[in-house]
């Protein structure tokens, strides 16, 4: 298990908190709630626990960001995560969008030994199934590539970098449109007040409304 001794709701509190800081550091507690789905007062006695136990810095009324030890144990959830995902599909035949919430359950019960097994299995992967970068068994991960889709200009041309996996159904619809890491991609127009995008997708024309393109992320030409 990722944190020998750490309740699985804890693991889960540091991983989003990693998320949660790549945008925003430190990070407050409401948004930590929204992510988490929870009332900001439950938050409060995790956060004030996991600064106690070494994973936070907690600056009361600015927000928390994790230590290196707390940063440590986020990559490792992660990595066992997105190492589950990939194996899911490879070897078992599940589809993209299915793999996610599979992965959440499974991520803090299985070894060390169980994901390096999985690791050798495939082949040492460095991406999961949706483009993002799976950290290695050091601690290292590679930093996020790719512009949001619905940043895009007329003319802009890529490849599909990575996707975010939280919505199933969006995942279902991108694929659906062959939107997946590794597709080509060129913006043919934009239509005005928040319209829909037009797209060839490895030379397919297809529409994509904003809300969904800003889940796609494009490595540009």
Known sequence: MPGKGISKERED???TIYHLQQDESPVRTTTIAR???VEPASVTGVIKRLAELG?????PYKGVSLTELGEKIALEVIRHHRLIELYLIEALGYEWDEVHDEAERLEHAVSFKFIERIEKALGNPAIDPHGDPIPTQDGRIEPLTGHPLSQLAVGDTG????????DAELLRYLGS????????IEVLAIAPFHGPIDLLIDHVRCALGPEAAANVFVELN
Do not use: C, E, T
């Not at 490849?159 to 939280?166: C, F, L, T």
């Not at 449109?177 to 080509?184: E, K």
């Open 13 to 15: 509190y540091i991983k």
């Open 35 to 37: 992510a988490m789905k």
């Open 159 to 166: 490849q599909v970098a990575r996707i975010n996996d939280d």
């Open 55 to 59: 994973y936070l810095d907690h600056q």
């Open 177 to 184: 449109m062959g939107i997946r890491p590794g597709a080509s």
